[in-house]
C-alpha cells in the first residue's frame, strides 16, 4: 500500500527547483476543480496547438501533460473518486462502474445507495474514504462544497460525504439530485427546478443547435470510415438533413437527450448550470475556503459513439476549448483567489478500424462473446453444467460457484489455462497473484507492472477472481447501429492511464513538467494550498511554488 502522511514537517513535495523560487499561490477561497471525461494524454497533447480559449489558459499554469491515473480499472466511477480523495480505488472501494456481488448474486452500481430499493437512490455510501471537500468542511467553519456533472458518479464522488450540494443531468428532468447525495431540500433542489424550468422553455422555443459548425479542419478529417457494423460518414437523417448548424458527420439517433449527451452543448449546459451554483451561493465570497466539483461528460459520450480520432472529436475539442475559456473568465472575474485544476477520470484509444491504420494490432473484441466462449471451455474441462465465470466486463472475471473452495479452484485454473492459450489475450492474474502484488512507497507510475496495476484497482470484497489485459488497442463490442459504442478504456495501457493535469490560477507562471504525477496527487496539493491538514493518503503534494508543501 502506498501510503504517504501529508502533514506539517512530513510532506514529500513533487517537483522540480524552478518551482520553488516562484512564490506559491495565494490561500483559494474558491477552489474548482474540473474532470474532463476521457481526456486522454493523448488527445490533449493532439490538439494542444490548436486550443486559442480555456484549454490554453489552464496550460498556462503548471501543466504536467502526461499525469496518471495508475490503476487499471480505468473507468468513469474509479477514475473519480481518485481526484479529490487522494487515493487509489483499491482504498476508495470504487473497483469498476459495476461490481458482481457473488453475496447477493447481484450487480452493484458504484453511486446506488444501499438499502434503498428506490433505483435512482444515489450517494456516496460506496466510497470508503473522504474527499478534500470533507476535509475543508472539517477545519474551516463555512466552507461550503458543491458538485455539478453530467454524470451521477462523477458528480457523487468529487463532492464526497457532506456536500452541501450536488447536481447530475436526469434525461428529461435536467439536473436533479438525491437526499442520498446530500441535502434536497428545497434550498437545493429549488434552484435546479428554476434553472430546469427555464432551459426547457427556451429549448421548446427555438430548438438548440447540438454542434456547432465545424472548422476546415475538422471537416477535412472526415472520410469513409465503418465501424463494427455501421457506417459514421456523412449520413444525416432526413429530418435533420435540411438544417444547416447540423454537422453531417455526426451520426443522430431519433431521441434528442442521447444526442445531448453526445454533443457539445452538453458541457455547455453543465457550465451554465455550474456557474449558477457559483451565483446563487456566491461562492468565494464566504468565511472560508469554497470548493466546486465540475465534470464534463460529453467528451465521453462522443468518444464513446465515434471514436476520438475524427472530425466528431475535433469539433468537440474546438467547442470545450471556448466553453472552459468562457468558464476560466468567469472565475477570474469574481475577483477573489481561486485555483483551478483540470484533470481526466481516464483516457481512451480510437475505435479499432481506425487505430488499425497506425497500429495492425489493433482489434475489435466481442467481449460477450469472449466470455460465452470461455465459460463454454470450463464447462467443458470441470463437467458443470451451468455457466461459471460472470464477466460483463471481460477484463475482471468472476467465479460464481458459491463457497466450495475445491471447486472455485477448479474452475480458475480452468479458466486460466484457456486465457492464457488466446491471442487476444496479453496478461492473466489470479487474485492472489493481484493482492501479492503490492507497490513499494514513492513507486513513480511509470514503473508499475501490469500486475502492480491490477492491485491498485483491488478490493478483496468486490474486485473479480481474474483480472486479464487484452491487446493494447482492443475496442470492445461489435457496434450495430446509431448510438451504439464504437471505442472506449477501461484498460491498463498506458493510453488509458496517461491524463493531462493542469493547475492555474490567476496569475500564474507557466511552467510545463515531465514529473509523471498522478490524479492522488492533486487532493494533498489543494489541501496544503487551503492551509488544511491532510489525511493518511496514497498521493503526495506538488509544489506549486514556494516550498508550499513543507509549510
Known amino acids: ?67 496518471y491515473q495508475s490503476h487499471a480499472a480505468t473507468e468513469t466511477c474509479p477514475g473519480h473518486s481518485t481526484i479529490l480523495t487522494g487515493m487509489h480505488p483499491s482504498h476508495t472501494g470504487i473497483v469498476a462502474n459495476n461490481w458482481f456481488d457473488v453475496k447477493t448474486g447481484s450487480s452493484i452500481y458504484c453511486v446506488q445507495a444501499p438499502g434503498s430499493s428506490d433505483p435512482n437512490a444515489r450517494g456516496p455510501q460506496n466510497m470508503k474514504v473522504t474527499t478534500l471537500g470533507d476535509w475543508v468542511k472539517a477545519a474551516e467553519p463555512g466552507a461550503r462544497v458543491y458538485a455539478v456533472s453530467g454524470k451521477d458518479r462523477a458528480a457523487i464522488t468529487m463532492a464526497g460525504k457532506h ?30 427546478d428554476a434553472f430546469n424550468k427555464a432551459l426547457f422553455a427556451r429549448w421548446k422555443a427555438s430548438p438548440p443547435a447540438l454542434y456547432p459548425a465545424a472548422s476546415a479542419t475538422c471537416a477535412a478529417m472526415e472520410k469513409p470510415v465503418h465501424f463494427g457494423k455501421i457506417d459514421l460518414s456523412g449520413h444525416v437523417p432526413p429530418d435533420l438533413a435540411a438544417r444547416s448548424e447540423q454537422n453531417p458527420q455526426f ?14 452543448l452538453f458541457d455547455a449546459t453543465v457550465v451554465d448550470f455550474a456557474e ?9 465570497y464566504g468565511p472560508a475556503t469554497d470548493v466546486l466539483a465540475v465534470s464534463l461528460s460529453a467528451n465521453d459520450y462522443i468518444g464513446h459513439r465515434y471514436g476520438n480520432g475524427g472530425p466528431e472529436m475535433c ?25 483551478v485544476v483540470l484533470t481526466a477520470d481516464h483516457g481512451a484509444t480510437d475505435a479499432a478500424e481506425r ?36 464477466g460483463d466486463d471481460p477484463q475482471q472475471l468472476t467465479i460464481n460457484v ?40 514513492h513507486t513513480l507510475p511509470t514503473e508499475l507492472n501490469f500486475a502492480q496495476r491490477f492491485h491498485e484497482s483491488y478490493d478483496s470484497d468486490r474486485s473479480g477472481d481474474i483480472a486479464v489485459a487484452y491487446g493494447e ?67 503526495r503534494c506538488v509544489d506549486l511554488g514556494g516550498g508550499m508543501c513543507g509549510k
Open 1 to 67: 500500500m502506498r501510503f504517504t502522511m501529508i502533514a506539517a514537517g512530513l510532506a514529500t513535495a513533487v517537483g522540480v527547483g524552478a518551482a520553488q523560487a516562484a512564490p506559491p499561490p495565494a490561500k483559494p477561497k474558491l477552489i474548482v476543480a474540473i474532470s474532463v471525461d476521457q481526456f486522454s494524454s493523448e488527445l490533449y497533447r493532439r490538439y494542444l496547438p490548436s486550443y486559442t480559449a480555456g484549454l490554453r489558459t489552464l496550460s498556462g499554469g503548471i501543466a504536467f501533460p502526461v499525469g
Open 355 to 390: 487505430e488499425h491504420d497506425v497500429d495492425p494490432k489493433a482489434n475489435r473484441l466481442d467481449g460477450y462473446a469472449f466470455v460465452a466462449k470461455l465459460n463454454k471451455a470450463v464447462m467443458a474441462a470441470t463437467g458443470l453444467t451451468y455457466e461459471p465465470i460472470v
Open 276 to 284: 449558477k451554483v457559483i451565483a446563487d451561493h456566491r461562492l468565494g
Open 473 to 539: 488497442r482492443t475496442s470492445f463490442g461489435i457496434p450495430r447501429g446509431p448510438g451504439d459504442v464504437v471505442a472506449g478504456h477501461g484498460s491498463p495501457w498506458d493510453h488509458d492511464r496517461q491524463v493531462p493535469i493542469l493547475f492555474w490560477w490567476p496569475g500564474a507562471d507557466h511552467q510545463t513538467r515531465d514529473t509523471p504525477i498522478e490524479t492522488v496527487d492533486i487532493a494533498p496539493t489543494l489541501a496544503a494550498l487551503a492551509g488544511v491538514k491532510t489525511p493518511a493518503v496514497d498521493g
Open 402 to 441: 458459491g463457497p466450495d473452495a475445491v471447486l472455485r479452484a477448479k474452475v480458475q485454473d480452468a479458466a486460466v489455462a484457456w486465457l492464457k492459450q488466446q491471442s487476444e489475450v496479453r496478461h492473466v492474474y489470479t487474485r492472489a497473484e493481484v493482492e501479492a502484488a503490492t507497490v513499494p512507497p
Open 315 to 339: 469539433v468537440q475539442q474546438a467547442a470545450l476549448d471556448q466553453t472552459l475559456g468562457r468558464f476560466v473568465n468567469d472565475l477570474e472575474a469574481l475577483g477573489v483567489p481561486v485555483m
Open 251 to 264: 451520426l443522430m439517433t431519433t431521441d434528442f437527450h442521447d444526442n445531448l449527451r453526445a454533443s457539445p
Open 163 to 192: 456536500a452541501d450540494g450536488v447536481y447530475w443531468w436526469y434525461d428529461g428532468v435536467g439536473f436533479t439530485t438525491s437526499s442520498f447525495a446530500g441535502p434536497a431540500t428545497a434550498a437545493v433542489t429549488g434552484p435546479a
